[in-house]
């Protein structure tokens, strides 16, 4: 068994009244796709946030790759190589699909004030690269046919592309999936699950917090639930799909002991 | 037969090189020399109004305070170049201290640049309203302390403000004063106009340079969605701090060069309305646009002039008598002028389109 990836340990956060977390621990496998599901509200977005660095915690750590994640600074997090989506698309809309996806990669490259304004040969094959890699991830993510398209009039499955291509532009060696078929139709969804196949297929370990039940289960190696902050279950899906307490938080104490 | 499209743009280049070349000489032959200088101040505002479009045009911070680094530049420039040092301290300035200009261009791109990093830093978390509200406080704030900076120590000379101030000088020729070249006299405000125009050339060239590259792109980012861009591993608190410093500084250049074309700073000319005329300038013109920027400015320099000039025969001829004054005639049409850009253009009169890449278009061939 190889070791984890990603580690949190004891991730707790409270706001106000709400503990939104409470003891939350899990460990993410190097290659796998892990799944995150949860009924509303159970904290799958609070906890994304955490490791993503948005948010910071109140209590706990997570290693990534054995070294503490500096929680609460979302660019050193991205540096480090977590990337993510957003439950509702967010993209840099008067930006096109290529500039929006070679934001992704800022935190890769080095130019400077002077290096840009003197347009330095080094800040010159840094610029025709981070075009280029843009390309071929649109390409990748299978729009590159819309990489002059202003971000905002991409359809909206393909805008879920457009920010996958620049989450991955970010060189991630994990990325986190919030919800990302949540609005899409049947195609969508199928298309989706496809690029994800592709991404693991390539070696790249996935996080997906998902509320299509039948996604996860059939996408994920592993899968994590939580309810009300508490991690309630952790295992392969078919293992989790018989678990009583996931059955009852998800159709409530009397399905479950039907 | 479609000509080579470089060769157009060098075409275009080369004329418009031209055009600005002979503008002073042109505009001096045809108005008098009055509009030369018209042209000067106009140029002034190009590059104040390209230095806010930084801040609020690319980054999205909207600054109500920007005419406050004017004011450093400006000031500075008038400490360093004129008398009023030594009148005010002799035990400290034995001789007045007569700065060269390019030294004290750059001292003051400097200083105002760090003014932009000190408002910049405890505005970090601020957005829209807030921020236009503590900007805003911070550009009176400026001003205010230049108008009563004269007690204990007369250091600004308060409200008087500081005169005497020297031209700049180049070549040891100093720019007021007329120079012979190859037999034709070129007047003081021609010597500006090309002083200036250089600058604001570099200023162009340095926007153009910095808007497509790595730091263009992240401004950007963070003026259409912070998180995200905090998510795509921008250090927001650094990019922001750098649009805020890079914008003041060439606030700090445009203030030194207007400070030693006046000759007289005072605090009266770094007022609120000040900030939001070259606010104006940028959101009229087109936000986040370099060339429409460059447009708003020219125009909302020219404006009040030209009404200075045709509003007061029209309305002899027309009514027989002056009903409106040009002043309030300025301010009412500005309003208008407002109003209807922001109804039927809300993007500026020249809005920045969607930037095409070229090698986008090879790909797509293939």
């Known amino acids: 068994m190889s070791a984890p990836l990603l580690e949190a340990r004891g991730i707790s956060k409270r706001f106000g009244g709400v503990q939104a977390l409470r003891e939350v621990s899990l460990s993410i496998r190097a290659g796998e796709v892990y799944g995150l599901i949860g009924p509303n509200g159970a904290g799958k977005t609070s906890f994304f946030n955490v490791l993503t660095g948005l948010y910071s915690a109140d209590q706990g750590e997570v290693r990534f790759d054995g070294q503490p994640l500096p929680l609460g600074v979302p660019h050193r997090i991205a540096g480090l190589g977590i990337a993510r989506t957003f439950q509702n698309i967010r993209l840099f809309g008067a930006m096109s699909a290529l500039e929006n996806v070679m934001v992704g990669r800022h935190i890769r490259l080095h130019t400077g004030v002077l290096g840009a304004i003197l347009r330095t040969p080094a800040a010159r094959r840094e610029e025709a690269d981070t075009e280029a890699r843009a390309h071929a991830l649109l390409r990748y993510v299978g729009i590159d046919r819309l990489a002059n398209q202003q971000a905002t009039h991409l359809s909206y499955g393909d805008q879920r592309r457009l920010e996958i291509a620049r989450a991955l532009a970010t060189e991630p060696r994990l990325l986190a999936l919030d919800e990302p078929a949540a609005g899409m139709n049947a195609t969508e969804t199928a298309g989706l699950r496809a690029l994800i196949e592709k991404l693991r297929g390539d070696g790249m370990t996935v996080l997906l917090i998902e509320h299509d039940v039948k996604l996860v289960m059939g996408l994920c190696d592993r899968v994590a639930v939580l309810d009300y902050g508490e991690k309630i279950a952790e295992d392969v899906p078919d293992v989790v799909r018989r678990d009583p307490r996931v059955i009852a938080a998800y159709l409530g104490r009397e399905a479950a002991d039907a | ?366």
């Open chain 2, 1 to 366: 037969m479609s000509a080579d499209p470089k060769l157009k743009a060098r075409l275009g280049i080369a004329l418009i090189g031209v055009a600005l070349a002979v503008l002073p000489f042109v505009v001096g032959a045809t108005f008098g020399n009055s509009w030369v200088r018209i042209v000067d101040f106009a140029l002034l505002y190009i590059m104040l109004a390209l230095g806010l479009n930084i801040v609020v045009g690319f980054a999205g911070l909207l600054d109500l305070g920007y005419i406050a680094f004017y004011a450093v530049g400006a000031y500075l420039y008038a400490l360093l170049s004129s008398p009023h040092l030594a009148t005010a301290f002799p035990a400290l300035f034995a001789v007045a201290p007569g700065w060269p200009v390019w030294a004290v261009l750059p001292l003051g791109a400097l200083v105002a640049g760090l003014f932009g990093v000190m408002l910049g830093a405890p505005t970090l978390k601020l957005r829209g309203d807030y921020l236009a509200i503590v900007t805003l406080g911070f550009g009176e704030i400026i001003r205010i302390f230049l108008n009563n900076l004269n007690a204990p120590a007369n250091i600004t000379n308060g409200p008087q403000g500081i005169n005497n101030i020297a031209a700049a000088q180049i070549g040891g020729h100093a720019l007021n004063r007329p120079l012979e070249l190859f037999g034709v006299m070129v007047p003081g405000v021609h010597l500006q106009y090309y002083f200036f125009l250089a600058l604001t050339l570099l200023v162009v060239f340095v926007c153009v340079r910095l808007q497509d590259s790595r730091l263009g792109r992240a401004w950007v980012a963070i003026r259409e969605d912070e998180v995200a861009a905090r998510a795509c591993g921008i250090n927001t608190r650094n990019v922001k701090l750098l649009a805020f410093g890079l914008g003041a500084t060439f606030g700090g250049v445009a203030g030194g060069l207007f400070a030693g074309f006046q000759g007289f700073v005072s605090p009266e000319s770094f007022g609120l309305l000040e900030s939001v005329m070259v606010l104006c300038m940028v959101v009229l013109g087109g936000m986040g646009h370099i060339p429409g920027v460059i447009l708003g400015a020219v125009l909302l320099a020219l404006l009040p002039e030209a009404l200075r000039w045709g509003a007061v025969p029209v309305q002899q001829s027309l009514f027989g008598k002056v009903l409106i004054d040009p002043e309030s005639l300025r301010l009412l049409l500005f309003g208008i002028a407002l109003v209807v850009v922001m109804r039927w253009r809300p993007a500026g009169l020249w809005p920045s389109a969607l930037r095409k890449r070229e090698l986008a278009a090879h790909g797509e061939a293939a």
